[in-house]
């Protein structure tokens, strides 16, 4: 995996991790949530190792994997509610320094090609898993942050229906089954739909015509 394709290799990862979450509540128990949210480190390391930086900070950030792994271990024998808090906000850092990381490589670094394009949808993606890991942890502290939700408030069970409010509310679709009740949580929530409208108008169209733009010049020069 290189800088020339490493999206291609995340999109795939962030795409699996979606989908088996989905799987993993539709057809199998609650416990099987919590090996799947274990994939979500997969995911992570894809990033690191893929995105290009030059930077020690991309190295060192391999701790966060490590402590990911080791929080992620012990809340399952243990499920004390802060170590599993602190799991929650590890994840959280680390998706954020993912999507910075992209972001550098998508806007501020070489020609406009597919792999970016590629990583504008992953860094999309990354957008609604952060305030999914938001969404969480605000019901996990506050307990009454959304209403909508079954009684449980393990994090693992309640992470896959944030993922799905998530990005529902950064595609503006609303569909009210899921909706906040707090302050702070109706401040996220509208400010991740504002969010998502700027991202599409402005990164994605202004990607997708900064390569059309690339192509015609290739091939006024090619018929040259």
């Not at 993993?24 to 099987?32: C, E, L, R, T, Y």
């Not at 970016?116 to 942890?137: D, E, M, P, Q």
């Not at 909706?179 to 504002?194: C, G």
Request: hydrophobic residues 50%; contains cysteine; charged residues 10%.
């Amino acid at each position: 995996m290189t800088h020339h394709d490493n999206f291609m290799y995340l999109t795939f990862a962030l795409t699996l991790l979606l989908l088996s979450t989905a799987i993993a509540q539709q057809f199998f128990d609650d416990s099987i949530q919590r090996f799947v949210q274990s994939t979500t480190v997969v995911t992570l390391l894809l990033a690191v190792w893929g995105v290009k930086s030059e930077h020690v900070l991309l190295t060192k950030a391999a701790i966060f994997p490590s402590a990911i792994i080791l929080t992620s271990m012990i809340g399952n024998y243990t499920n004390a509610f802060g170590i599993e808090f602190t799991h929650l906000i590890l994840m959280l850092f680390f998706f954020i320094f993912t999507a910075f990381q992209t972001l550098k490589q998508v806007i501020f670094s070489g020609k406009i090609d597919g792999n970016k394009i590629l990583g504008s949808i992953c860094l999309y993606l990354l957008l609604g898993l952060i305030w999914a890991l938001l969404y969480t942890l605000a019901q996990l502290y506050f307990g009454n942050a959304f209403s909508g939700l079954g009684e449980s408030q393990a994090w693992y069970i309640l992470f896959p229906d944030f993922i799905y409010f998530s990005f529902v509310t950064l595609t503006t679709l609303g569909f009210g089954d899921i909706s906040p009740t707090l302050p702070l949580t109706r401040f996220l929530v509208y400010f991740q739909a504002i969010s998502g409208q700027f991202y599409l108008a402005i990164i994605i169209a202004s990607l997708v015509g900064a390569r059309m733009s690339s192509m015609t010049q290739e091939g006024d020069q090619h018929n040259r």
